[in-house]
């Protein structure tokens, strides 16, 4: 499904006249001065959709810049049929997408698709979503060791739920497992649509153990149905009484996805700088952190070729973690 | 008693002009977007997200429910005069509808499914309204291992859809299971069936293929036919709504598909696929005018309409108690409630209890506003097929191509419509009955994944399917559906051969 959706109150701004708005950039000229396009390469609705309509709506609603801003979605095979059109837009720096770094590396590998990153501009990372490890209320695992115990004993008996197949969900799993010498293939991980379903097998004692995005649990934890072992976050998250891995001493064996922005191929150095001008004033708005805020998101801001390095170190580390699953292949 | 007093409060904050004109508005831009092709209502929510900063909470939940229902009910008024399902859900709804419709009988087919949806939406709302706490505790009793005996007992209830010949039927139900195959497998990362083309790694979309088995194998079938005289226009047969014999038709269908539909749909994996399939099954196997089931029976329009709108009733159970949105549209309405800082869960009916009141107030009236703007409705939908065929023949096929593209804006997806035309026609020509195929397409991979998912759970152990009692019991009625009717046989008519 593709939307084209103009921010109705980008519309309304303009059509008022948009003289008064926003700081003029610096880098030479008036960008941007049409209207852009950011493309999620996921379906209504999705993390990737709520990303970019985010930033659609702080271009127009906090009058960041005063142009339009298009959203189109572009779902399907783990976002690979959206990048593999958005490569050939290139030279044009009114084309974003909107993406997240395990999960599109992932989706990369798993659909074998011709395309990768390495020949986008990366423009910036932005956020990351906190996950969490979480027990129904009745389990008997009150700490994250005691599973990772029990998992190495009898790999098989501890059963996992999350996300998609090969997702950053699993290979966070993959990761811990491989802390504690368990082979890849050992794990017993069920893979999801996400959300319902992996909670109803957590919530029905099917699954031993889940892991998820804190925005997804947060009201099973909240109501006390979910217990959390741990969360895999740089700090640990304000109203969640647990951990982070880094505590455990478990840290450097996540692969912790992080959500940025990118542009097409062949966009000139002045050309990425003004577009990672106009996201860092994206991200500096208010509404982009009500986004943040409603969506547990914390911000992560790197910047240009920093993001890059972000991407290339991952993407050897993704590409590691699912040829041990025996995902890719 | 208080959730009588609180029912009562929120009609108190819901019945005020400003939102009841925007209950009528919800309805009328819900089955418009609803009839045509390409705007989901997930899609329209979704651009109309906007309007929250605009309105009160409670204003604009008013007009998302009235969008949620008229989309519903806008898709079956498509599948019956046109013969496209816009969704999965109304696949049944084709099948029985557009026959009807042919027999100019359309009046009757919208006036069932209007009717049949309101009934469903008002005894699910009610349902919901004194039992969604305890309902999302159905979800701690569920596991793979019942999801699947469901479906056993789903896939049971498809001998009834075999027609004439077991052979050509089965054969049917397998081409099915094999559309269902495509694409990467969930549980391994296998592509199945794609030979390397990125478009099949997600699958075949359910939607295309049965527009193309319904709607452009229609199109074909008159243009293959154009040397036979000409068919005359359909004419409107007695009165354009339902008649004494058609609502004592009607009646348990409808409630039957509720019975099917609400509890399946407050599952956090059900959805409204497994409860229509299941109902519309169900209507034939128990209908004393099996006879015209495929040639347009009303019970085969009004349990499979009920059974929807009650599933998709039923999808609020967990979007309010557990803030698990289990359908596009359900996604987008979690995505109100949090610009509105609200966050639905297994505490929102202690710490919003008006908001939650008044959208479940709001149900109520958009069902109702529902029954009043379609019931006059149906008189103009009903001329639209005084048109002559040819002229209505091209009319499909122009919608039947929009919808796919606007769906999916992949000519991939219109060329397997056009693909699955083909097939169909070929598949009539010859006798096989197209109903267990697209069966077998919607459930085949919902059966393997939750199979599969119970044995990995189970550590590989395949007896847990008999030794969980919930999954045992749904067995053993399958195996009863599947070996009753013979033995019922052999006792009445001894002197038949068995066979």
Known sequence: MKIRLAAAVAAAVTLTGGCAVGESTDAGGAYPSKALSIMAPGSPGGGWDTRARGIAGALGECKVADVDATVTNVPGAGGTIGLAQFAKRTGDPYQLMVMDSVTMLGGIVNNKSPVDLSTLTPVAGLSRGPSAVVVAEKSPYEDLKALLDAMEAKPHSVKWTGGSLGGPGQMTVAGLAKGRDIAAKEINFVPTAGGGESMNLLLSGAATVGIDTVAELRPQIEAGELRVLSVDSEQRVPGIDAPTMKELGLGGEAVSTLAGVLAPAGLSKEQQQDVIGLIDKVRRSSCWKQVLERNNWTEDWKPGDEFGKVLAEQRTQVTAILGELGLGK | ?499
Request: glycine share 12%; charged share 10%.
């Open chain 2, 1 to 499: 008693m208080d959730v009588l007093g609180n029912l009562l409060d929120g009609f108190g904050h819901a019945l005020s002009l400003q939102n009841l004109l925007l209950a009528m508005l919800g309805v009328t831009v819900g089955t418009l977007v609803g009839v045509l092709p390409g705007l989901g209502p997930a899609t329209t929510i979704a651009l109309l997200l906007p309007l929250t900063f605009v309105f009160d909470p409670v204003g604009a939940f008013v007009m998302f429910a009235g969008i949620y229902y008229g989309g519903m009910y806008g898709g079956s008024t498509t599948a019956i005069l046109l013969n496209i399902p816009g969704e999965t859900a109304s696949i049944p709804t084709t099948l029985e509808g557009y026959p009807m419709a042919r027999r100019g009988r359309a009046g009757a087919a919208l006036a069932t499914a209007a009717i049949g949806s309101f009934v469903a939406g008002t005894i699910s709302t009610v349902v919901i309204t004194f039992l969604a706490p305890g309902m999302s505790n159905i979800a701690k009793l569920i596991q793979p291992a019942e999801y699947f005996s469901i479906m056993v007992l789903a896939f049971v209830t498809v001998t009834s859809l075999m027609g004439d010949s077991i052979v050509r039927g089965l054969s049917s139900l397998f081409i099915g299971l094999t559309i269902g195959m495509v694409g990467i497998d969930r549980m391994t990362g296998q592509p199945r069936f794609a030979f390397g083309v990125p478009e099949l790694y997600e699958g075949l979309s359910v939607v295309a293929v049965a527009v193309g088995l319904f709607a452009v194998a229609e199109a074909v079938s008159t243009a293959a036919a154009r040397h036979r005289p000409a068919q005359p226009p359909v004419t409107v047969a007695g009165r354009v709504g339902m008649t004494r014999e058609d609502w004592r038709r009607s009646w348990r269908p409808w409630l039957r598909g509720t019975l099917f539909g609400l509890p399946i749909g407050s599952l956090p994996a059900g959805g409204a696929e497994l409860p229509t399939f299941l109902s519309y099954n169900v209507e034939k196997r128990l209908s004393k005018h099996k006879e015209e089931f495929g040639q347009g029976a009303i019970e085969g329009v009004a349990g499979p309409e009920a059974a929807n709108n009650a599933a998709f009733s039923g999808v609020l159970v967990p979007l309010l108690t557990l803030g698990i949105p289990t359908s596009a549209t359900a996604s987008m309405l979690l995505i109100a409630f949090q610009i509105y800082n609200v966050q639905p869960g297994p505490q929102l009916f202690d710490q919003q209890p008006v908001l939650v009141w008044t959208l479940i107030a709001s149900l109520y009236i958009g069902n109702v506003m529902l029954l009043v703007l379609n019931l006059p409705l149906i008189r103009v939908w009903v001329k639209l097929l005084s048109v002559p065929p040819a002229l209505l023949t091209a009319a499909i096929l122009t919608f039947a191509t929009l919808g796919v593209y606007s769906i999916s804006q992949s000519v991939f997806e219109v060329l397997i419509a056009y693909g699955f035309g083909l097939l169909g026609w070929v598949l009539h020509r010859a006798g096989y009955p197209v109903a267990p195929l697209i069966l077998g397409a919607v459930l085949g991979p919902l059966m393997e994944v939750q199979f599969r998912r119970a044995l990995a759970f189970s550590e590989g152990d395949p007896t847990v399917f008999v030794t969980r009692p919930v999954s045992l019991v749904i067995l053993l009625i399958a195996v009863a559906c599947l070996v009753g009717p013979v033995v019922v046989r052999r006792r009445t008519k001894p002197a038949l051969p068995a066979g």
